[in-house]
Every structure is written in C-alpha cells, then in structure tokens.
Nanobody, 128 residues
C-alpha cells in the first residue's frame, strides 16, 4: 500500500496563503486511475472534499467552498500532490488530508471518499 505524508500546514492570518504537499512513496500511476485528492476535517465537522486531480494534473475538481482560492496540482517526478491555498479565512481551519489509490473513477472516489490510502494530515489554522 502506498504511504502518504502531508506537509506545509501552519498558522496564518486571514488573507494568507499556504502550499500543502502530499508525498507518496510510489507514483500515483501505479494505483488505479492515478487519482489523488485533498480533504479536510474541522473539529466537530464531517470530512469534506477540497480538491482532486487525476494523473498528469487533470481532470481537476475544486470544491465550491474553496473555488477561486484553492487549486490542486501533481508533480509526477516527485510523486507529490500539491494544494495551493490563497486568501485563507478562518473557515478554512481544519486538518487537511490527502488520499490516493482509487479503485473507481477519480470523480467517484473523490465524491465518496473511497481511497485505499490516506495521509496522517497536516493542520491549517487561520486566525482573524
């Protein structure tokens, strides 16, 4: 099973930016569809999808809550998925997780959270 490690989280003020990284031990293309996604979970809240990208950077889907502020990309050479976050606000405060190894379509795995591998998470805290 692929191992995922998130990094790049931290504390920022409203309007700030962060770049999260998700490093995989093996290339995403070695797993079904090469799908990878970003999710987040705030205290007392359900996990929600943030963004996803297929192998090679597309197709990409961004959640409405972060559309226009967040973007996702992949670096196949580094086996890494990135989440570019800008114009952060306190509602973005959450533990952010990446996921990979999808047995279905990228869209289906993202929508239903059906991934075989999850990272340990990286905390993002946005103060007002």
């Amino acid at each position: 099973q692929v191992q995922l490690t998130e990094s790049g989280g931290g504390s920022v003020e409203t309007g700030g930016s962060l770049l999260l990284s998700c490093a995989a031990t093996t290339p995403a293309w070695k797993y079904a569809n090469g799908c990878m996604g970003w999710f987040r979970q705030a205290p007392g809240k359900e996990r929600e999808g943030v963004a996803r990208s297929g192998l090679g950077g597309g197709p990409t889907s961004i959640a409405d809550a972060v559309k226009g502020r967040f973007s996702v990309s992949q670096d196949s050479a580094k086996n890494t998925l990135y989440l570019h976050m800008t114009n952060l606000n306190p509602n973005d405060t959450a533990m952010y997780y990446c996921a990979s190894d999808c047995d279905y379509s990228c869209d289906y795995c993202y929508t239903h959270g059906l991934y075989n591998a999850w990272g340990q998470g990286t905390q993002v805290t946005v103060s007002s």
